[in-house]
């Protein structure tokens, strides 16, 4: 029996059998139910665990639809559209969903209509039933008004005028109902009857594409698993093809026979076709997972779905055979590396438009950049206009955040420092240039009042050379000026 | 003579892969004497080079050798003839550096010499670093890079792997790749997972695919490697800028780097002071500063000064290149190898 907490109170939330055997009820407060048998075990409800279960069991009702929905904490809903002759129609694919649930040990009623209202009532008060188009009024007619999914307080205002089940409902005028109980009734009612469509939104987004092969024998070995995928590759591309598109994202999807799925998902930076790519993609993903997935008894059922995709376009390869084209390959490797490190683990740099040092050079995810296939050319360098004819003197190493230094006297108040101590190190400066200084950017948000910056190129005494700078102007009613490491040069 | 021939190239496919095998340039492979004048006589087997060092069949067409020069001349005469050529272009080479404070140095450094290479190439260069390396020695900066060694930002790619495995793994993938010209790995310390097998395993990647890899040690230990170069690298005080009117006082001017070398399979260890140019994008030397040094080193090494029969003599060499060709020194040797280092 569990229990959870409901206005500073205990109360049964759900129960089994054997407690509904001795007339405890749902909603009944624990104090009472301990007072009429003390020897029954309650345990804490906990939703988050119950609603990750629902997850978990909507992904393994994945491989009979793509649209699945969570209905309330206790549902689900399952387009099946198109989708009961590989099944073996609507029967046998309702057996087998229920077959499969109960083997692993769950106690589940499904309904099958043409409406989502209908199958929810199916499912909830006959249980087991396959509603014909057309007869959602005959199924609906003689159950409770809890089949209409409607709220409490309008059921209970329903039964008040003694309007008791759902064809009385049904029989009643329309606009009267609607003026006294809202339109929601009626919204539902009409929903369930299928005068109104009612859309499922799934839980995850539909794939446009997406292949999959049964497995009359569980696969366990990460090695057939990259075949399986590379298979199921070659026949993605007859598709992609068709479509003129290729793969920027696809998924594999793993169903363990008993029941677990696991989701693999892996990016490109260019639109993908080729199988053997794709395979080698998902060989790198695997191996970076291969603590994570546990196979337990095997996978029966490997999906490969292509979760995006963009034009693909074609390259002209010239008389030798050859495409002139070395972004490919980078690409590839750039997505592999992706595929077992993550997303940031190739970075590009980007250029930005920015006078302050860490904002002009963007390091952002290969993937993610502007994608050039054809080097550039000199032509389009000449289109920007020179900024200034000696560009100031950058550090090749600029440190992620300027790092504090102590500087204990300077020569000037504004110039250099005479020596400084970073990292627990003193270093003597044994020449400067500067300062240059850079301005905060005003005019951005959260930055009016920055202080400014002057910043100094430093040599030490060992030949180093490093990028200082001194934050705020030293004067009075000001706070001292602090001192930063922000990059050093070659 | 056909039949002469052919089995002479069968003599040279084998030892080619003998060579690449045991890591040896096949460039300073000696042809048996008894051959020599039939192969200068077919005039193919040697190849241009044949006729400056007579005593020597280079070997260039093949597999073991990638690009036609393999060779990257750093441009200082000195530490060219001393590295007889310059740098292996199709190998890994390491670049040390004794601090971390001076990874702006030895970054510099690598830098120029990417910039060598990508002398009118497109193609990018990756950057793989550990976490570590970014964060205590600054992550690169493409406006920096870009004003120095003329380094565009969409030529630079980048790879930060939290882990020394993961970095070993980018490198090794990347290393396979003609698509990039250049790769620099960079490590911090010496760990122990970087050992002789790693070195050596991205040593022949670079090999087979005809790209250079720099493997950048910041406050490494001088350790087993397979690579057959290793540089020690740090800053050195730059010269003051010049102006019309002479050298400005005070000032800052073009990076300079002292560069010694650590391991090479032909030189004597030596040290350099260099000067990057990145206007011209060049190496100049800098010799009135240290002239004891380069007295030292080109007396002892070459002791002539034609470069031309350098190479010859390095045949007359076995043992001290077997010494150094190994790719675990013994232990007697090693000290042999540090010995300089610690004195520069």
Known sequence: ?490 | MATSAVARETVFALRRQIAKIEGTLPERLAAPAGERPRARADGDAGGPESDIAPDITIIRRGLAVASPDAFLPTGVERLDATLSGGLPKAALTEIHGLETRNAGAVAGFVLSLVSLILRGQRLPVLWIGTSEIFREAGFPYARGLQGMFGIAPEQLLFSEAAKLTDALWVAEEAAKMTALAAIILEIRGSPQRLDLTATRRLHARAQSAGRPVFLLRQAGEAEPTAAPVRLIVSAAAAASRRTIAGPLAGSIGRPAFTVSIGKSRSALPGQFTLEWNPDEHSFEERREERPENSVAVVSASRGGADPAPAPGTVVAFPAVGSFASGDQPSRPQRPAHIGPRRAG
């Open chain 1, 1 to 490: 029996m569990i229990s959870h907490r409901d206005r500073s109170a205990q109360r049964i939330s759900a129960l089994d059998e054997r407690a509904e055997a001795l007339h405890l009820k749902r909603g009944m407060g624990i104090a009472d139910a301990r007072a009429m048998h003390p020897s029954i075990d309650i345990v804490e409800a906990d939703p988050e665990a119950d609603r990750r279960l629902l997850e978990g069991l909507a992904d393994w009702c994945d491989r009979y639809t793509p649209l699945v929905a969570l209905d309330g904490a206790d549902g689900l809903y399952l387009d099946v559209t198109g989708c009961t002759h590989l099944f073996g129609g609507e029967r046998a694919m309702l057996d087998d969903i229920l077959a499969r649930f109960f083997q692993q040990g769950f106690d589940v009623r499904a309904g099958l209509a043409a409406t989502p209202g209908a199958a929810w009532a199916a499912a909830r008060f006959c249980g087991d039933r396959i509603v014909p188009s057309g007869e959602e009024e005959a199924l609906l007619a003689p159950l409770p008004l809890a089949a209409l999914r409607i709220e409490a307080d309008i059921r209970a205002s329903l039964e008040s005028v003694g309007l008791r089940t759902a064809g009385a409902v049904m029989a009643a005028p329309r606009a009267p109902l609607a003026r006294r109980f809202g339109s929601t009734l009626l919204l539902r009612l009409d929903q369930a009857l299928g005068r109104l469509d009612e859309a499922v939104s799934p839980r995850l987004p539909v794939a446009p594409l997406s292949v999959e092969r049964h497995l009359a024998e569980p696969v366990v070995l990460t090695a057939e698993i990259e075949r399986l995928v590379e298979m199921l590759a070659v026949t993605l591309k007859i598709d992609l093809e068709r479509r003129g598109e290729g793969a920027r994202m696809l998924a594999l999807l793993l169903f363990r026979v008993d029941g677990a799925v696991s989701r693999i998902a892996v990016g490109t930076s260019r639109p993908l076709r080729e199988p053997k790519l794709i395979q080698r993609l998902f060989h790198e993903r695997l191996t970076a997972l291969e603590q994570d997935i546990d196979a337990g008894y095997g996978f029966d059922l490997v999906r490969l779905s292509v979760l995006a995709a963009a034009a693909f376009d074609m390259q002209q390869a010239d008389l030798t055979g050859e495409i002139e084209d070395d972004g490919a390959d980078i690409a590839l490797f750039a997505d592999r590396i992706r595929a077992r490190l993550g997303d940031n683990a190739v970075l590009k740099a980007v250029a930005v438009e920015s006078h302050l040092p860490e904002r002009a050079v963007a390091t952002i995810p290969f993937s993610e950049a502007p994608q050039r296939t054809t080097p550039p050319k000199r032509s389009d360098r000449k289109d920007a206009p020179p900024t200034t004819i000696f560009p100031p003197e950058r550090p090749i190493r600029l440190f992620r955040s300027p790092e504090p230094i102590e500087v204990p006297a300077t020569e000037m108040p504004e110039g250099p420092p005479m020596n400084f101590r970073w990292r627990r190190a003193l270093y003597r400066v044994a020449r400067a240039e500067g300062p240059e200084r850079i301005a905060p950017e005003w005019w951005q948000k959260g930055e009016e009042d920055a202080p400014t910056r002057d910043y100094f190129r430093i040599e030490d005494s060992d030949g180093r050379r490093y990028w200082l700078y001194r934050q705020g102007l030293y004067g009075a009613g000001q706070p001292s000026p602090r001192w930063f490491m922000h990059g050093v040069f070659a």
